[in-house]
């Protein structure tokens, strides 16, 4: 089992930044890819970025692709999504999400374990 626990949400103005932690405990993450999704109110489930377990290729969704990065530390057993230029539709609830096979997935329920989520609100 894997227990994930996001943090780094909360209110910013509007090209501001922010930095969402992912920290697992459980089992080591290192060889798991990971994922970021957001859920703004109404919408369904959306896949932002990923890293791959081993070789830690990343992947952001064209929109954000210039604003956000993901990253891993190992040692802390821990995911990062730093967000950059925040923009009002960037308020959701962010997610963080493992699955145990190496490659990204875009689809939610290819992931096996998730966090409770954090959330993000920008103000224009």
């Known amino acids: 089992q894997v227990q994930l626990v996001e943090s780094g949400g909360g209110l910013v103005q509007a090209g501001g930044s922010l930095r969402l932690s992912c920290e697992a405990s459980?089992?080591?993450?290192?060889?798991?890819?990971m994922g970021w999704f957001r859920q703004a109110p109404g919408k369904v489930r959306e896949f932002v970025a990923g890293i791959s377990g081993q070789t830690n290729s990343e992947y952001q969704i064209d929109s954000v692709k210039d604003r956000f990065t993901i990253s891993r530390d190992n040692a802390k057993n821990t995911v990062y999504l730093q967000i950059y230029s925040l923009q009002a539709d960037d308020t959701a609830v962010y997610y963080c999400?493992?699955?145990?096979?190496?490659?990204?997935?875009?689809?939610?329920?290819?992931?096996?374990?998730w966090g409770q989520g954090t959330q993000v609100t920008v103000s224009s």
């Open positions: 459980g089992r080591t993450i290192s060889s798991a890819a």
């Open positions: 999400a493992a699955r145990t096979a190496p490659w990204i997935s875009i689809i939610p329920r290819a992931y096996d374990y």
